[in-house]
């Protein structure tokens, strides 16, 4: 049963029902969908064959806003006030991470999204070399941002500035083609004009991504207001930082303006419907706006310490429950959209692919059960992966062609619980200590 | 193995987790726990033991408010406007439902409901005596009743008066303490004074419950002001039918007078938060004005045409984050209260016992995956159960001391399914010919 897991080669996924028919799924040996259908067969020589016999296939998820190693945080500390949460709880453990936590929290981070069909992720931390260590053996992929925080202060932007580009040195040293480098300012609230616009010319030069946390909170808003005259959209925008590789986090508090110039830029808004929810910060992201003036709106969950999952497909429930409630609207965000912005959009985001079952893609592919009760009777596969299934229902997951999970069966799973377990005990107890 | 399921006696749960501490629970031959900690091994001489290693124990979860068959409408229609939904969806494909339908979809119901940690339901619906023989085989707990609707129609009143002592009736004559019957008058704009007069005497007379919706829309609020000169509280306590006994469902849009009313009376409110996003109902249950005043806050999931899930531990998340969200409080509905509003306050709006894990109650218990990667770290149990696990964790359900699941296997599973798929499609294509 190993074989699966460490072969290479092509793979045939065997009559499995993509929407409402039932086909074939033909993978080539470089990890791209060959063929679909009756012709996929004939395509290639498959070294591998997954019966695809009461399952469902779906675009592989893709999380477009993670914390990945705040796992080892879960629970930690939940239903307080905002600004006692972190500085009594979430900053204090923090400041005793290690590159070694963060390496057994990214591995937990990486083994849950792939139970619940994420096979790529867009990533804000610190020790991010570590957190390349962990993607690159689970198998998924990953855009890794160091998060740069200067407060203001021009020592502090110095060492954020050479952290971001030893990051970025790091992630293209490896060349591994499912790990991407980002910079990552953390928001206009945390970073000076002057290290934004570092950022945004650090990224143009590099050729890599933007990834920000923006219009989160009402006093984001009002602060930025009256500090620079400017809305936060604004004044990303004016630091240069709103581009076509810019995946801007949160996006509650965005007015009509703010959704036009996104949209004018080509940037991506990553929705994070329960850690918005969970912080009760008091408005959703207007993604009727948001479509109407073309951005794209991917999805993400956020880190475990506010949400306290990495389900992506529980996490598109939400999101298309909150845009429902949040606006008064019944048809707002209807499930194909939702299925849509945790796979087209997130891909576009991330720059991984289409994010679709056509042929040409890589094979980023997830296996849900048909049989099971969430699935049952499956008058629609969009509704039930959206509104029934959670990540409970995920068999098999196959990124760029290669099997990360089989019937639920992660290689190393137990080892990686064992190991997390202990970090994070360990991360409480230095805490306590100190 | 199928020994567990079918086999009588006492049952030990060898060194679970129960909250922050591992302890032994010793069960009787009657299904009530009659040890916990250090004496539970010398309690009974124990006929099946359970290895708790690695699992952590919860009290059986209480779903308060269901359509239970309508598993087989999941996924048919979605994302539209309410009335459109029922009007040309909903409605048509229900009036061809049959018995048969009905047992088939409520079996489908049970074991979601199994497979997530429900052990008792609050059940209202068509053709309840079929309900009835689902829950007989399926071995959990429900209270069923059969939806009372007269529309003002004086003939249609009696046919309802009818349908509903006949259920009660035939509840009663099955003689089955997991079954209870209850009266269902469907809510205030569909039942004329007359007739919730007529439930709340009959549900006094026989000793048994009611089971209401009550102000889910800010439709029925102010046609209820407009009609009566009351809101829907008050006028439904003006026909008898807020009692210790009654479950409320929904409860959006009470005002705080409404909610001192079922304080005072002592009625029982089923919070269903999925239900109310997914249906846009623009305003989330006022729990803390609930609280306030003393009424018993429970947990609903509603039917499977509105959430699409029966899973109670996603409905935890969303009841404690939509409170969070919708009343702008970081700290409202925090996660401990979240599970006694899914155990204690629903087994005490049923009847069904105290809903804890304690000497004397009955054998309800949950035994979750305490290795699965949502409960790892296991810094604080009531967190992970409520904001990081769904009903994927659940991998042991005894209700009464019976083993209703096992290591996630439940007896008969493949053809529930099985049955519940074919029921669905012939419905469909019945609604589609006519």
Not at 267 to 283: D, E, G, Y
């Amino acid at each position: 049963m190993n074989d699966i897991f460490t072969a290479r080669g092509s793979v045939l996924i065997a009559g499995v029902r993509i929407g409402g028919s039932i086909a074939d799924i033909a993978i080539d040996e470089a990890g791209a969908i060959a063929e679909i259908g009756e012709a996929a067969r004939k395509a290639i020589d498959a070294d591998i064959i997954i019966d695809g016999t009461d399952r469902v296939a779906i675009p592989g998820l893709v999380n477009t806003h993670t914390h990945a190693a705040m796992t080892l945080l879960r629970g930690y500390a939940d239903d307080m006030p905002l600004q006692e949460w972190l500085s009594d709880k979430i900053w204090p453990l923090e400041a005793h991470l290690s590159g070694d936590d963060v390496y057994y929290g990214t591995k937990l981070a990486c083994l849950e999204m792939i139970r619940s069909g994420t096979i790529a992720f867009n990533d804000m931390y610190f020790f991010m070399e570590r957190a390349a260590d962990a993607v690159d053996e689970m198998g998924l992929r990953a855009v890794l941002a160091y998060g740069f925080i200067d407060l203001g202060n021009e020592e502090k932007r110095e060492a954020e500035i050479r952290a971001t580009e030893a990051l970025t040195a790091h992630v293209k040293a490896r060349g591994n083609p499912r790990i991407q480098a980002a910079v990552g300012p953390h928001s206009i609230y945390t970073v000076s004009p002057e290290g934004l616009r570092w950022c945004a010319g650090f990224a143009e030069e590099q050729g890599i991504g933007i990834h920000t946390h923006l219009a989160e909170t009402e006093r984001e808003v009002t602060d930025c207001v009256a500090g620079s005259g400017r809305r936060p959209a604004a004044h990303l925008d004016d630091c240069g930082c709103l581009t076509p590789r810019t995946v801007a986090a949160h996006c509650c508090w965005l007015d009509e303006a703010g959704c036009r110039l996104l949209g004018e830029r080509g940037a991506h808004a990553s929705h994070n419907p329960t850690s918005n929810m969970k912080l009760a910060v008091n408005r959703a992201m207007p993604y009727h706006w948001l479509r109407e003036h073309g951005a794209n709106v991917c999805l993400g969950t956020d880190g475990c310490a506010s949400n306290n999952s990495l389900d992506l497909l529980e996490e598109m429930k939400f999101a298309a429950l909150l845009q429902k409630f949040a606006w008064n609207s019944q048809t707002l965000l209807p499930a194909n959209e939702a299925v849509a912005m945790a796979t087209i959009a997130g891909a576009r985001a991330l720059g991984t692919g289409p994010g679709t079952l056509t042929v040409g893609a890589p094979a980023d592919v997830v296996l849900l059960d048909a049989r099971a009760a969430c699935n049952t009777p499956l008058h629609n596969t969009d509704s039930n992966t959206v509104y029934a299934c959670n990540g409970g229902s995920v068999m098999t997951v196959l990124c760029q062609g290669r099997i990360l999970m089989h019937e639920r069966e992660v290689p190393g799973e137990e080892e990686i619980i064992r190991e997390a377990a202990a970090a994070a005990q360990a991360l409480v107890g230095r805490a306590h200590e100190a």
